[in-house]
């Protein structure tokens, strides 16, 4: 397995605003994945990251609103730009371990 | 891409009942499917997992059986206890760190 930590834990921003979201892992790991989670919804992939590459987004996701950095095996950060009140979710980094998927405890943001 | 469903949306059962979730996947290509676990405002945790060349997994409590040709997968919770109340995800990847899709949730919700 994995240990993850999240970094803030939760946050309260305006709107038109940018937050930075930290991941770090107890182990150097290859992927490291950034999900959304809507109130009441399932997890939703914003993209994978792999160090030393840019970036890889799913549809409906782009660089421009949600930067990814990679610099090393343990950590990654994701931004989330020119915030809107519909960007209010929970923000999880996940690792994969041997094929399954660990989760970091996720970072609530609300936009006001 | 894969597409996951999940059925119900929504379970109650009385304490020391079963509980059955289904999910069907998409992709013939898919060979890994966990079940995760995510209590309220926690992260979701890895509880049960099978690959394709498996037809049943048990661990106490809980099992899980997939049909490959059917394209379907199923959690099976016995003797079910209130701490299980949760929200359940099934998800299914073809693994090689290619991404993981989640099915829609199940609230699972045992009656003391």
Redesign the interface.
Known sequence: SAVISQKPSRDICQRGTSLTIQCQVDSQV??M?WYRQQPG???T?IA?ANQGSEATY?SGFVIDKFPISRPNLTFSTLTVSNMSPEDSSIY?CSV?VQ????????TRLLVL | GENVEQHPSTLSVQEGDSAVIKCTYSDSASNYFPWYKQELGKRPQLIIDIRSNVGEKKDQRIAVTLNKTAKHFSLHITETQPEDSAVYFCAATPGGYQKVTFGTGTKLQVIP
Do not use: N
């Open positions: 290859t992927m994945f919804q399932s997890l992939l994978t799913e999880l994969d094929e399954t998927q660990y989760f970091g405890p996720g």
